[in-house]
């Protein structure tokens, strides 16, 4: 993917720099602010920000170009990983993006880090943080972890992107970006890793329960299951006995005394139901036969009005109105009132009225009758009821007598099978217990024996997924070749053990002339070693399009460690020729970016930036006196270019 830096600029000063396609220089003196600028560069990349004091909280800004898109980024140098990054595109579809640095927020979709390995084509997964252990925790790969590839920091130049002797984490990184590019990391492989890890948390916590649980089970009683199993059906049929014998016990406190008073009290019981319910079926009537009777003196009484009504108000007639005294003329007929003018009603015979009243009081004689024969009724069940119910006592006492005769005649071997039940019952549920935890501890075994089978499933298909791709030998060759022609390009010192240089497949460190990299000793050749490495990298992505390493190089203090006298000056020509060569071949591609204290010792190089003890990377008028310009040591103890 096409990378390329056009302009870098440092906030609210007059400083900035401009870069061209190809091979551009930075140079000056030590305390000019070169490594500074890698370091904005850097920030402006995605990376974490590691600047000097001189710059922490100013912003840059810059135009970078990714693919066939223009982007302008503007970034505070602070290290807080929620400080946001404002993107705007330059043309096309003109988007424009607002993004905390590194750390995911509420309302954001992606962070700074997270758009830069968007932009770049890069995957984004999450990789073990001890590949030895698939159970450790999960930790993303980011831009700064591929910027290794990229960019080579100054103190680091005789080492890069192979790490340090005291930073393992970085080694870790390098060997999964170096995966991740050259097809060995691919999307099955991260799925198929993924499963091994819950696999491998998952057998190693049955494994330990299981050693712990059969070591708790190894030192009780309950070790063997065979003979927890002889156990527990000698105690179930000694429990059998135990409960029958206990039946017996219950058969003989039913003996033929107690049997007929329980019958007799039976008896008594079922009669004491049925006066009961005789007694309220009785109760219902009387209070039925009352409302009757109250009903029919009510009818008696209204008939009785009715009689005296008609003897006395029959033929009474208005001759003078009763609300305004006025006379009453003569009006209507012999049928209508005089008043009202309506036909009065037709009211039954006095002797009707007199014939019903005589019946009316007759029922209510018959009606005393029945209501005194039912209040009889009911006091003769209720003495009955009360005499069983004296009856069902001296009976239960009888009972309760001959059933306290035996039990204290039997208590003690009551109690002895009462207490030799509870004693086979609690052993009982001991081993019931036991042989639980010998089930538990079986499917553990099992489940342990299916995960064992999973894990070596899973790691076989992962070592056959390493060599899936058919991509991937030509790919390391084509490394090997790269790397080796740039060491001889360089005229880099050789060895005569065995002739060749080549990238290790198991370590991905680089091999030369059979010596591996921590076997080199010269920080001069392994400068020049580091520089090979890279630009191999390089040029094995410019030839092949799916290879998702970013076409830019960054090389701060290329000439550290490397003399600048006789040969070794020659061999510093010879690496700036190879550099500038490639970058011009690949003009339209691939972006170096150099930092020097000198000029380069070859012409054609385009200079982006001059410093100097008095023109620092933060011009004077920007930094007060411009006095602060002196060398600080990091903590490495190498010296960073001050600004």
């Known amino acids: 993917m096409r990378l390329r830096i056009e302009e870098l600029t440092l906030v609210n000063t007059s400083r900035t720099v401009r870069f061209e396609p190809g091979m551009n220089a930075i140079v000056g003196s030590m305390s000019g602010g070169k ?95 001890a590949p030895t252990d698939e159970a450790s925790p999960l930790i993303p790969v980011t831009i700064s972890d591929y910027l290794m590839y990229c960019v080579l920091r100054q103190k680091e130049i005789d080492t890069s992107v192979f790490g340090t002797p005291d930073n393992t984490q970085k080694n870790i990184k390098r060997k999964y970006v170096f995966e991740i590019l050259y ?184 009606t005393e009758e029945l209501i005194k024969r039912s209040k009889r009724r009911l006091d003769e069940l209720e003495a009955a009821r009360a005499v069983q119910t004296r009856r069902r006592t001296i009976l239960g006492e009888k009972l309760d007598r001959a059933t306290a005769t035996y039990v204290t005649d039997q208590a003690d071997h009551i109690r002895a099978i009462a207490a030799e039940q509870a004693r086979l019952e609690e052993h009982l549920a001991r081993i019931g217990d036991a042989l639980a935890l010998h089930n538990r501890l079986q499917g553990q075994s099992e489940r342990i024996a299916e995960l064992e089978r999973e894990q070596e499933d899973l790691n076989d298909r992962i070592a056959a997924a390493r060599h899936t791709n058919p991509d991937l030998h030509a790919r390391l060759d084509a490394l090997d070749e790269a790397f080796e022609t740039a060491l001889r390009s360089f005229d ?43 630009l191999a990298h390089q040029q094995v992505a410019l030839h092949d399009d799916s290879m998702p390493l970013p076409n830019l190089l960054i090389i701060d203090g290329i000439s550290s460690n490397v003399g600048h006298e006789g040969i070794d000056l020659e061999r510093l020509r010879k690496m700036y020729a190879t550099l500038l060569d490639t970058a011009t071949e690949h003009m339209d591609r691939l972006q170096i970016i150099v930092t020097d204290n000198d000029s380069p010792p070859i012409d054609g190089i385009h200079r ?8 620092r990377l933060v011009p004077t008028e920007s930094s007060g006196d411009g006095s602060q310009g002196s060398e600080e040591t990091g903590r490495d103890g190498v010296a960073n270019d001050s600004v």
């Not at 029919?296 to 003078?320: C, K």
Request: hydrophobic share 40%; glycine share 6%.
């Open 492 to 534: 880099a010192p050789r060895f005569d053990s065995q002739p060749g240089s080549r990238i290790n497949r198991d370590t991905y460190m680089p091999v030369v002339d059979g010596r591996s990299f921590s076997d080199l000793q010269s920080q001069g050749v392994e400068v020049l070693v580091n520089v090979a490495h890279v």
């Open 608 to 615: 982006a930036l001059e410093l100097s003890d008095t023109d």
């Open 183 to 366: 097809g060995l990391y691919d999307p099955e492989a991260a799925g198929l890793r993924e499963r091994l890890r819950t696999v491998t948390t998952e057998l190693n916590a049955l494994t330990a329960d299981a050693t712990t649980l059969d070591r708790i089970l190894e030192t009780t009683a309950f070790a063997s299951r065979a003979q927890l199993e002889v156990q527990r059906q000698e105690t179930e049929q000694q429990l059998l006995q135990a409960r029958q014998a206990d039946l017996v016990l219950a058969r003989e406190v039913t003996s033929p005394a107690t049997v007929s008073l329980r019958e007799e009290i039976g008896e008594v019981e079922a009669e004491l139901a049925r006066m009961s319910d005789a007694a309220a079926s009785e109760a219902v009537s009387v209070a039925r036969l009352e409302e009757l009777r109250d009903q029919l003196i009510a009818q008696s009484r209204r008939l009785t009005r009715a009689l005296v009504a008609e003897r006395l108000l029959n033929d009474f007639e208005f001759h003078t109105c009763p609300r305004c005294g006025a006379g009453v003329p003569e009006r209507g007929d012999e049928d209508t009132c005089r008043l009202c003018l309506e036909t009065p009603p037709q009211d039954p015979a006095p002797s009707t009225l007199a014939a019903e009243q005589d019946r009316v009081i007759e029922q209510v004689t018959e």
């Open 35 to 129: 490594t500074a600028t890698v370091g904005c560069l850097r920030a402006l990349l995605g990376a974490e920000v590691s600047v000097v004091p001189e710059l922490r909280g100013r912003s840059v800004s810059g135009t970078v170009l990714v693919g066939e898109r223009r982007f302008r980024i503007v970034r505070q140098l602070v290290s807080t990983s929620t400080a946001k990054v404002d993107i705007a595109e330059i043309g096309g579809e003109q988007e424009v993006w607002r993004l905390p640095a590194s750390q995911l927020q509420a309302g954001y979709e992606q962070t700074f880090r997270d758009w830069w390995l968007s932009m770049l084509g890069l995957p984004r997964i999450r990789v073990p943080r």
